[in-house]
């Protein structure tokens, strides 16, 4: 397992090398003089423009740009946002429990109906529930994700008035924030209502979020129980006379695992970029909304640093993936490929 | 001239007889049929735009802003679709966008299947350094949310339909280039390339006639299914301001213009997201029946 681990690990090196010549190339790619956007409408004069490109190091030579960016990035040290002045770092960490706990809230909503829905439909092949729920999820797949969302504020919050339409909890609350996680701060707070807030803030946001991939997964789930259900362990299990719950679940599910959990890995690169969308939509405070103001106000180090911190959530995630691989079925483990 | 004529007329009527079975398999699927008849009702629309629309699409008629469409209360036969804050015609909007749509899905998919392609069979071919380089540089591309990539990407190029159409398709091409390599390496281990390859097919024949045609199928379903992808993510980049511009009428950018509107008059974004849903369901329903029908083993295997 730690030898499967480790050789895996290994590949990703010169891809991890990869995505930090990518970013240290987006800022010197882009359109206009970084110190100059720093700079704003008021300009520089001479003098103070050449301190200040010495200060950054963007008048050495680029190889050296790209090593010294390399060893401030082992030494944890992203930059800092020409915005606010604050280390990148800083800043992602301070909003990705919010990005975190709105993907986790939809991540939890799309398995939780997507794969028993997919399963029930793989049991009752070609009835009407079968039929509906794959019409319902290739429409769920095809859906403008902003568009989506804009619905849900429509009917929820505009018709019905049941959700509030933007941020994570109502502004009348104010109180510590030690997890970063609101439900969790809201409930340690002891203020009175504020943990309904909070949900009743997550609640549309992660509906809207988690749409897509429970779509993705419902069929997903289908497809792979129809393949394990037709194969002769199933129809063994049947004759010895098993209940048909457990050859279902025990059985047949357990071996459908494997792709199922390949598109909930996936789909973590699908949240993450859904997240852009859905917190732009939401104004919810979280990494998505804050790449992209930090793209529109041409806050470079920001996207900079964002880009590598994001790349290395979705590096991270693939490599659990391929762990539980090895879990859910031994083979994996002992071939190591 | 018969010698000629005969294996011309033979590869024909084998072609014939590959497309009409095709046809057969593609029909059992109702809504795959259905698919094809909203785009070609759609394709109809978007190429007689110039005859069909009843206004021009960027022409602002001031004395009716934000009329309602015609089955709302305050709506009126000549604006159909109502018009939007600036006074412009919505039907004419809509039917216009229609053309950025083909535009956006065409073009992309023209730039992933050539590029992807390319990539992909050198990868299959050159196994070791070069095929490692082309690898791990799709992997590099794909490390990134692919709305994330395609927004830095544009922010690098400026702001415009024509780069997020480049942006997009950067984002696409890692995954024909990784099915066209897999589908290759999978042909070349077979008795009729080792053959060709004996009788001294040069490198370039053996790509592009022999093992090419063989690893079409998969290619065509992922491009048919790109090519929604492609709208959708053009229409998201369109709506947060750094695909189309103002005033194009492209579906996304109308989301975006009547965002501020979603709650006094909601009827606004319901057109244009309506006939988003509708184009991308109808080609993902299309892309379903041609999986189903070029390759039956994969008929309830993996999506």
């Not at chain 1, 930090?20 to 790619?29: K, R």
């Not at chain 1, 959990?261 to 919810?284: C, D, M, P, R, Y």
């Not at chain 2, 033979?10 to 029909?27: G, H, K, N, T, Y």
């Not at chain 2, 299947?113 to 095929?131: C, M, P, Q, Y």
Request: glycine share 8%.
């Amino acid at each position: 397992m730690f030898s499967f681990l480790f050789r895996r690990m290994l590949v990703l090196i010169p891809t991890y090398i990869g995505i930090t010549l990518a970013a240290f190339a987006f800022i010197h790619v882009i359109p206009g003089d970084p110190i100059l956007i720093m700079a704003g409408e008021r300009g520089l004069p001479p003098e103070k423009y050449a301190e200040l490109m010495h200060a950054f190091g963007y008048d050495q030579p680029l190889w050296k740009q790209y090593l010294d960016y390399i060893g401030q990035l082992l030494q944890g040290d992203f930059g800092n946002s020409f915005v606010t002045g604050r280390p990148v770092l800083e800043e992602f960490f301070e909003l990705f429990p919010a990005t975190l706990e709105l993907s986790f809230f939809a991540l939890f909503f799309a398995l939780l109906i997507g794969i028993p829905a997919g399963i029930y439909a793989a049991v009752r092949r070609g009835t009407i529930f079968d039929h509906s729920l794959m019409t319902i999820s290739l429409t769920g797949f095809s859906m403008p994700l902003f568009w989506w969302a804009l619905l849900l504020i429509v009917f929820f919050s505009g018709y019905l008035g049941w959700t509030p339409v933007s941020g994570r909890i109502s502004a009348l609350y104010f109180f510590d924030t030690p997890t970063g996680f609101m439900l969790i701060d809201s409930l340690l707070s002891d203020e009175e209502g504020a943990f309904k807030s909070a949900v009743m803030h997550l609640i549309l946001p992660a509906v809207a979020l988690g749409t897509i991939p429970m779509a993705t997964f419902a069929r997903q789930s289908r497809s792979a129980m129809l393949e394990t259900l037709s194969e002769d362990f199933i129809k063994t299990a049947r004759a010895k006379g098993l209940s048909p719950f457990k050859v279902t679940m025990a059985h047949a599910f357990r071996n459908a695992l494997i792709p199922i959990v390949t598109v909930i890995g996936l789909s973590v690169g699908v949240l993450l970029g859904g997240a852009i969308l859905t917190e732009t939509i939401f104004s919810w405070p979280g990494i998505g909304k804050w790449m992209v103001d930090s793209i529109f106000r041409r806050d470079y180090p920001v996207v900079q640093g964002g880009l590598i911190l994001i790349a290395t959530i979705v590096i991270i995630v693939n490599l659990t993936v391929d762990m539980l691989y090895g879990i859910i079925d031994p083979r994996i483990r002992k071939e190591g490929h | 001239m018969s010698v000629e004529s005969t294996p011309n007329q033979a590869q024909q009527s084998a072609l014939m007889a590959v497309l009409a079975s095709f046809w057969f398999e593609f029909r059992q699927n109702k809504g795959a049929l259905y698919g094809l008849v909203f785009i070609g009702i759609l394709a109809f629309v978007a190429i007689f735009a110039d005859l069909i629309t009843p206004y021009d699409p960027i022409e602002q008629y001031r004395d009716v802003l934000k009329m309602p469409p015609v089955w709302a209360e305050g709506g009126s036969w000549t604006h159909i679709f109502g018009t939007d804050a600036l006074g412009r015609d919505q039907l004419s909007r809509m039917i216009y966008g229609s053309r950025y749509s083909f535009y956006i899905g065409s073009i992309v998919i023209f730039f992933c299947l050539t590029i992807g392609i390319v990539l992909g069979l050198i990868a299959a071919f050159n196994r070791g350094f070069i095929e490692n380089l082309i690898m791990r540089l799709m992997d590099i591309i794909l490390a990134f949310p692919s709305l994330l990539m395609a927004l830095a990407l544009v922010a690098i190029l400026g702001p415009s339909l024509e780069n997020a159409m480049i942006a997009i398709a950067v984002v696409f091409i890692p995954h024909f280039v990784r099915l066209t390599r897999a589908q290759a390496l999978s042909e070349l281990g077979k008795d009729y390339v080792s053959s060709s390859k004996s009788m001294g097919a040069s490198t370039w024949r053996l790509m592009f006639i022999n093992v090419l045609p063989n690893c079409m199928a998969p290619l065509i379903v992922q491009a048919t299914m790109s090519f929604s992808s492609a709208i959708l993510d053009a229409a998201a980049l369109g709506f947060l301001g750094m695909g189309a511009q103002p005033p194009s009428p492209e579906w996304g950018t109308m989301l975006a213009d009547s965002r501020q509107y979603i709650l006094s008059d909601p009827w606004m974004m319901g057109i244009p997201g309506l006939a988003i849903l509708f184009t991308v369901l109808s080609i993902n329903l299309i892309g379903d029946g041609l999986r189903d029908a070029l390759d039956p083993k994969m008929k309830t295997a993996k999506s």
